[in-house]
């Protein structure tokens, strides 16, 4: 089911949005169709927080 509109999916109609993980529609896919707040993608998030680290 789509996190934004909660229209039906299945696996073939499902995308994972690779900034927040969640799970959406065709028309709900992009960050900027369903209001994503993640700015980067989550696998580059803990890549950032570390890099934050060493530059303070």
């Known amino acids: 089911m789509c996190e934004n509109c909660g229209c039906q999916t299945d696996f ?7 900034r927040c993980g969640e ?10 169709y369903h209001n994503c707040t993640e700015s980067i993608p989550r696998k580059w998030s803990n890549y950032v927080q570390n ?6």
């Open 51 to 56: 890099v934050k680290k060493l530059s303070i």
């Open 12 to 18: 073939r109609t499902s995308y994972t949005c690779s």
């Open 23 to 32: 799970s959406f529609c065709i028309d709900c896919r992009l960050p900027e």
